[in-house]
């Protein structure tokens, strides 16, 4: 009787760490597929920015080489745009905030939500672990190191799947930024250029 309640407890510990193992992973999954529709956003509306600036300034050439304008109306027209694109640059950059909180703030609900199945799971396995004391001490004894350890990797898992995710949303955030910033430029000079031409 005591062998077959020392197995039927091993056996719920192990399901009990596998859930542990498929909570963990399933967060991890779910951190990374939002930080990917994250960078996606942040570069799909990058594209659009920069294809209205080009959109802009290409309007902007034809409205000043096409007409023969006042000086004043030619400085009103480019000021005109001018504002414009920096109006589009901030809505853009307010976006990648907003969406980046967002991010973050989903980060946050999804690691509390894991917290908790943690804590649920650990409840589980002290019901177990005790059952397992109470059925047979010399029984238990062998087993508590391997539960333990494995408990152990799977909350090292836990912890290097979550600083993973979020070491790849920051990687991620600055990458687009720093193609924001590469392209912004690039257009910046693209634009300079054509109007010293």
Request: charged content about 20%.
């Amino acid at each position: 009787m005591t062998q077959v309640n020392v197995n039927e407890n091993v056996r719920d510990l192990t399901r009990s760490a596998q859930e542990v193992s498929q909570v963990i992973t399933q967060s991890a999954v779910e951190a990374l597929e939002r930080n990917t529709r994250y960078v996606q956003s942040v570069l799909t509306d990058g594209m659009e920015v920069l294809k209205s600036h080009v959109e802009s300034t290409r309007s902007l050439l034809e409205t000043v080489s096409g007409e023969a304008q006042k000086p004043q109306d030619v400085f009103q027209t480019v000021t005109n745009s001018v504002v414009a694109t920096q109006e589009r640059n901030v809505q853009f950059a307010q976006s990648v905030v907003e969406n980046g909180i967002q991010v973050l703030q989903s980060h946050a609900e999804s690691n509390r939500a894991l917290t908790q199945e943690l804590i649920e799971q650990t409840r589980k396995q002290q019901e177990i672990f005790q059952a397992l004391i109470s059925t047979s001490v010399d029984a238990y004894v062998n087993l508590f190191r391997a539960p333990f350890a494995y408990y152990k990797q799977v909350l090292d898992l836990a912890e290097s799947a979550t600083r993973q995710g979020l070491e790849g949303y920051q990687q991620a955030t600055r990458q687009g930024l720093e193609t924001f910033r590469n392209v912004a430029q690039q257009a910046q000079e693209d634009y300079q250029n054509v109007v010293a031409r």
